[in-house]
């Protein structure tokens, strides 16, 4: 994809979705879809969205979380009377290990913010609009998963492959299932299972993810929250000059909330079991007033 056709299919997303709302599209997840999305329960059964956080070095974990025990002192374990274990945690929230929750601040392009916002709202003390605190009340709805690698009869999409709009209306024929306004869309590409099965690489480089014309899907249907097991972008990026167009087009034009590096190795073979691919979804970001993300445990109830 040009450079000139990326800045055409912007301009067309940005137009056919303009709104002064600042939720963005979550505009389109009302009480009412809310309310219907508690009907998708069936079993009861919960299953988490989200990796283990990773404490460890790797390829496309250079800066891991640091979990650190700071009490009791060793002297006192095991000693009469009481104590308490405490520990503290500190998480590069947008790294390319951990499962997490992209605020609409998160993405600066032409020197703006979603919406129009001025990019200087973002600054060395935080973002003064758009962070993860718009959406402090969770977002709870419609999750509805494709499964892109059980479509082509593999058992993931390698690094660099893209996801297509046809993949997407692909996967909804074969599973019997159709996204539609306000849902939260979750796109497996096997990420997380190539990663368990033949270790970490370095996928900021090469991984699978959504083509830049599949966002056009996301409009067309108003999707509420995109969601994949990896970063949503494949790279190399499809588009001179622009590394993530995804998030651009998703984020910026559109203003859809992004999650990244989620895990979906137990959900797949649970809704399959079930046959059917839509449930209730449930995503609790952490309450950081000035941050651009937050790491995310989504929760799926069948």
């Given amino acids: 994809m040009t450079a000139e056709e990326f800045r055409a299919l912007y301009g067309r997303l940005r137009g056919a979705t303009r709104t002064d709302d600042p939720r963005g599209a979550l505009r389109h997840l009302t009480p009412e879809r809310v309310v219907a999305a508690a009907a998708e329960v069936r079993t009861g059964l919960t299953v988490s969205l989200s990796a283990p956080v990773d404490t460890r070095p790797g390829p496309d974990n250079p800066e891991p979380a640091v979990h650190r025990m700071t009490g009791p002192p060793a002297d006192d ?3 009469d009377g009481l104590y308490f274990a405490v520990d503290r945690f500190a998480m590069n929230v947008h790294g390319d290990a951990d499962s997490h929750l992209d605020a609409l601040c998160h993405v600066l392009y032409d020197g703006k913010l979603y919406n129009g916002v001025p990019a200087t709202a973002v600054t060395a003390q935080g973002a003064g609009s758009l962070s993860v605190e718009l959406v402090r009340n969770g977002i709870v709805g419609r999750g509805v ?5 059980r479509l082509r009869g593999v058992p993931w999409l390698e690094p660099g492959d893209s996801v297509t709009a046809d993949d997407l209306t692909g996967a909804e024929a074969a599973q019997g299932v159709r996204a539609g306004p306000g849902d939260l869309l979750l796109v497996r590409v096997g990420h997380r299972r190539r990663r368990t099965e033949l270790g970490p690489w370095t996928s900021a ?5 959504l083509h830049p014309t599949a ?4 409009a067309e249907r ?7 097991d990896g970063n949503n972008d494949s790279a190399p990026s ?3 000059d622009v ?5 651009v087009l998703a984020m910026h034009a559109m203003g859809v909330h992004l999650m990244d590096y989620l895990q979906f190795e137990q959900l797949s073979p649970a809704c399959a079991d079930a046959g059917r691919w839509s449930f209730l979804c449930v995503v609790a970001p952490l309450r950081l007033p000035a941050a651009t993300g937050s790491p995310v445990n989504p929760i799926a109830v069948l």
């Fill in 77 to 79: 374990i095991g000693a």
């Fill in 243 to 247: 590394a993530f167009p995804v998030h």
């Fill in 145 to 149: 998963l494709l499964d892109i690698p």
């Fill in 205 to 209: 480089r090469a991984r699978a993810g």
């Fill in 215 to 218: 966002v056009e899907f996301l």
């Fill in 238 to 240: 499809a588009v001179a």
């Fill in 222 to 228: 108003r999707i509420a929250v995109l969601g994949s």
